[in-house]
Structures are given as structure tokens and as C-alpha cells.
């Protein structure tokens, strides 16, 4: 029945969506042997660009640009999803609401899930729900953890911040690199992405494991960890094993904040990171650890939890029946101390986030979670905060990214510990980074290495 329906509806949305030669409907393949299809076709195109167009000039770069963190320079190469600053992400030229609409959610549910998002963006294609039901299960059987990175975590203290702890059982996975122990076996060029790939599923399966037993570890120490079930999805497991997997919505909303988080395309900190370290032949595991650490910046991804510890105390100050008056004296408040509103402003959206956006209507097709005092709080506080912040007159986008909706869930359905939050922006950012790590490896992409400048050599250039 499944099958049928996402059948209809990919083919109308590839029907509508700007093309990449790449998409159609996936076949019955595995996902490795969809991606093995697809790579001699993307090598040639990449092959043919450069040749016939390398010398092609794609925009210009000024000192600002420099100055100002690289930002809107075009400079990288991502395929699997690209940002506008108005209209927000594609995943290949989809939009959040068609992919929401094409990708089978699990058996049950309705929203998408982490497998479907994940063959999208390495493939390019809509999988049927029985394809992406075989990749729950081939993470499933990869998800447990070596016993040393069971027992370093378990070894960490609880007063370590979860981001720290996550990124070391990350970097630990690096023991049993396919990708390292054949680059020192001495393997072809051309091999590289078979070997990346096994990396990057042990990364994606494993990940929700280690960042499982770190919740259990910090905040339910004597509780013990749920065993994977091979019935159940990525997230579904992940859900059972931090223990809320009695919550069928709470699961639900993880399915649909992990697929929406997977990709930004290339500039964004953590993904850029992960290429970056990537792009030197470190294995995908190390290279993901090192954007987790990016992800786990205020201005990144750590500012989701920044968001709910600042919402909080405006709650605990303007008590449940707030007006609007009392969020904008609290965003005064806010910025009169210096500090930036969190969950606000981006480096290249210039209009409300299409993740926030869903992530609100989310919330409105659950009553439990419009009566929420903390749901209520964000979503008034995203519609004072943007003339605010325009009175402010700072930020060049006013309006609420990703960060400002994440967490007032999760907070209300008792996942109440915000210094988490970012441990499960981290399991989603994977799967774009993973796509980009096998990629780039598919590609032979090289080592990354923009051209730096001093101040006085720019000075110097500017006058001349
Ligand atoms: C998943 C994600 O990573 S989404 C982003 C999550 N981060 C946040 O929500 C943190 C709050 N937001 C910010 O700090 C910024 O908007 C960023 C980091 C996201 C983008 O930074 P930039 O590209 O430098 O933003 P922009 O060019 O608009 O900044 C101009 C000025 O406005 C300020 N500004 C930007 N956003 C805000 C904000 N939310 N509140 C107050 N001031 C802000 C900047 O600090 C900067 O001030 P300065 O001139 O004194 O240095
Ligand atoms: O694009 C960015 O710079 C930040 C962001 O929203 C993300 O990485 O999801």
C-alpha cells in the first residue's frame, strides 16, 4: 500500500522539481548499488565540466568577503542540497514540503524519516518505503558498539559536556576504519568510496548508539539501555534507547527534526568542517568528529540549546500567562546586555527558516503541544522578535532559523536536559556530511586549500 502511494507521489514531485539528470524513483537496488550506478555518470559530468569549463569565472571576491568570514563567497562543491536565502534548503531540488511528501515515513507514522533523507541525498532519488525499510535494518545490525567505546564513555564524567563526550566516541569509531586500514593497505584511487561508504553507514547506524548511552549515562544512570530492535528505524531505536520510546509523537517529531537537519549545503560550519578534514584522506569518522566540535559552537548548532536556556528564564520571568509586551521587554533586555538572540539571524537566510516553519506546523497539528506553555512562548516570541530585531537594527535577517524551534519539543515531552539538544542536531548533520565524505571520495575531490591573505597584503592589493 505504502509502496504504491510514495511511488505516485515521488514520480509527481520529480515531475515538478527542477531535474538533475540523476532523479528518478529508485529500482529495487540496495543503496550502495544505486550509488555504484550513479558514480561513472557524475565522474564524467564533473570530468567534462572541468575541462570545458574550468576556466569559467563564477563571481568575484572582495575584501569584505575576506574580512567577513568567507560569506557569500561561492567557492565549494555540494551536490546534494543548496540554500536560498529566501526560499531556504532543496535536498536535490526539493523543497522540505516535497520531500515531505515523497519520502515513505516508517510503518505507523506519517512524517519522514533519517533512511529517507539520507537515500535522497547520497542518490538523488526517492526510495520506495520497502528500500528505506532495508536500510533501517542494514543500520540496525551495524549499531552496536565496540566494547572500548562503550567503556570510554561510560568512563567520562557526567559534568562533560555531551558534545565533547559524543565527538570522542566518534573519533574512538576510527579504530576499525575500512577507509584507513585499506588506504594503508594501498588501495586504488578509484576505490576510495566503497571503503568511505562502510565507514559512513558504521557512522550514521552507530551514532544514535553512542549518543543513547551519553543521555542514559548523565541524566538516568541507573537505568538500563534498551537493545536495538531490528523492527524498528533509526529513529525508533534511538528514541527506545534514551527512553521515551513509550511517545509515539515525541518519536514522530525526532523523525521529521533529524531529517530536516541532515544538510545545509557545503558552507555551513560543521559540514564544511568534516569536508574539510575529510578532504585530507582522514577517515570518516575522525572527519565527523571534527564537525561535531564545529556543530557544538554557540553560533552553530549549540545555539538550539542556547535557545531553550534563554526561553526558560524568560519563562520563569514572565510566568505562563505572558502578552507579547513581556517577550519584547525581555528581547530588549537581551540585546541592551550585548548579547545576540538566540535562534535568530543566519549567515545566508534572509527569511523565516522552511525547518522552523515545519517544525511550528508540527506543532499545530498537535494539541498536547499548543497547549504547551514553552511551545506557546517560542512561537509568540518568533512573531515579536523580528520587528525587534529590525529596530535593532544589526542583524541583516531578523527572523527565526532551525534553532529557534528545535527544543521547545523535546522540552515538553521531558527531554527537559537543553545541554543535549545538540547531541541530536549532530546525529542528523551526519547524514549530510557522510554524503559529502563519500562523494568526494567517488569524485576524487582533492585536498581543500584556499589562499590566505595578510593585512598589509590586502592593503597593499586595495590601493593598487
Ligand atoms: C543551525 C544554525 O547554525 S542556524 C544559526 C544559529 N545561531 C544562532 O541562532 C545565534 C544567533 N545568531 C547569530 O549570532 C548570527 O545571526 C549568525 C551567527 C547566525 C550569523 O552571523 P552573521 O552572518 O555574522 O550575521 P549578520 O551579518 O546579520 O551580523 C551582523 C551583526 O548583527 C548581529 N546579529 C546577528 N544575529 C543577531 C541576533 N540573533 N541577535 C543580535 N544580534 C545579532 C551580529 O552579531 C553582528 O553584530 P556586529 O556587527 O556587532 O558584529
Ligand atoms: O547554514 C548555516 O550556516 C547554518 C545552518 O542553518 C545549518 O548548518 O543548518
Known amino acids: ?95 522540505i514540503p516535497e520531500a515531505q511528501k515523497a519520502l515513505p515515513p516508517a510503518p505507523g507514522g506519517k512524517e519522514m524519516t533519517a533512511e529517507g533523507m539520507f537515500w535522497l541525498l547520497l542518490t538523488g532519488q526517492v526510495p520506495t518505503a520497502e528500500q528505506t525499510q532495508q536500510l533501517s535494518l542494514e543500520l540496525a545490525e551495524r ?26 566516541g566518534v573519533a574512538a569509531l576510527n579504530h576499525d576504519s575500512a577507509f584507513q586500514s585499506a588506504y594503508e593497505r594501498g588501495i586504488k584511487k578509484t576505490e576510495y568510496w566503497t571503503y568511505a561508504y562502510e565507514d559512513c553507514m558504521n557512522l550514521v547506524a552507530k551514532l544514535p548508539t553512542i549518543a543513547a548511552r551519553i543521555y542514559r549515562n548523565i541524566y538516568q544512570p541507573k537505568k538500563s539501555i534498551a537493545a536495538i530492535d ?30 530536516l537537519h541532515a544538510d545545509h549545503e557545503g558552507g555551513n560550519a560543521s559540514a564544511h568542517t568534516a569536508h574539510l578534514v575529510g578532504s585530507t584522506l582522514a577517515d570518516p569518522f575522525i572527519s565527523y568528529a571534527a564537525g561535531l566540535y564545529s556543530l557544538a559552537g554557540p553560533l552553530h548548532g549549540l545555539a538550539n540549546q542556547e535557545v531553550l536556556r534563554w526561553q526558560i528564564s524568560m519563562l520563569s ?15 530588549w533586555a537581551t540585546l541592551n546586555k550585548g548579547q545576540v538572540v538566540p535562534g535568530y539571524g543566519h549567515g545566508v537566510l534572509r527569511n523565516p527558516d ?46 527565526p532559523n532551525v534553532d529557534a524551534a528545535s527544543g521547545c519539543v523535546l522540552y515538553h515531552y521531558g527531554l527537559t536536559q537543553f545541554k543535549y ?44
Open 317 to 331: 520571568e514572565v510566568g505562563n500567562n505572558f502578552s507579547k509586551d513581556d517577550i519584547k521587554k525581555y528581547l
Open 230 to 259: 531490528k523492527s524498528k528505524d533509526l529513529v525508533g531505536n534511538y528514541v527506545n534507547q534514551l527512553g521515551f520510546g513509550h511517545n509515539e509523537n515525541f518519536t514522530e517529531y525526532l523523525r521529521l527534526y533529524i531529517a
Open 143 to 168: 549499531a552496536e558498539l565496540p566494547k572500548f567505546v562503550e567503556e570510554l564513555i561510560d568512563s567520562l564524567p557526567n559534568t562533560l559536556h555531551p558534545m565533547t563526550q559524543l565527538g570522542m
Open 1 to 95: 500500500m505504502m509502496f504504491g502511494r510514495s511511488r505516485f507521489l515521488a514520480k509527481s514531485v520529480s515531475r515538478n522539481i527542477s531535474s538533475v539528470n540523476t532523479r528518478r524513483l529508485a529500482s529495487t537496488k540496495s543503496l550502495k548499488e544505486t550509488i555504484q550506478e550513479i558514480v561513472p555518470a557524475k565522474q564524467e559530468q564533473l570530468k567534462k565540466l572541468k575541462a570545458e569549463h574550468g576556466q569559467t569565472v563564477v563571481g568575484q571576491v572582495t575584501v569584505e568577503n575576506i574580512i567577513g568570514g568567507m560569506r557569500g563567497i561561492k567557492a565549494m562543491l555540494w551536490d546534494s542540497s543548496v540554500l536560498d536565502p529566501m526560499e531556504g534548503i532543496r535536498f536535490h531540488g526539493m523543497s
Open 354 to 399: 522552511p525547518r522552523f516553519v515545519a517544525l511550528q506546523a508540527f506543532c499545530k497539528g498537535h494539541e498536547d503541544l499548543m497547549a504547551s506553555p514553552m511551545v506557546k512562548l517560542v512561537a509568540e516570541t518568533a512573531e515579536v522578535a523580528p520587528d525587534v530585531l529590525k529596530e535593532h537594527g544589526k542583524t541583516k535577517n531578523p527572523f
Open 421 to 464: 539538544y545538540t547531541v541530536i542536531f549532530g546525529i542528523s548533520r551526519a547524514l549530510g556530511a557522510a554524503t559529502q565524505l563519500v562523494w568526494a571520495r567517488a569524485l576524487g575531490l582533492p585536498i581543500e586549500r584556499p589562499k590566505s591573505f595578510s593585512i598589509d597584503a590586502l592593503e597593499k592589493l586595495a590601493k593598487n
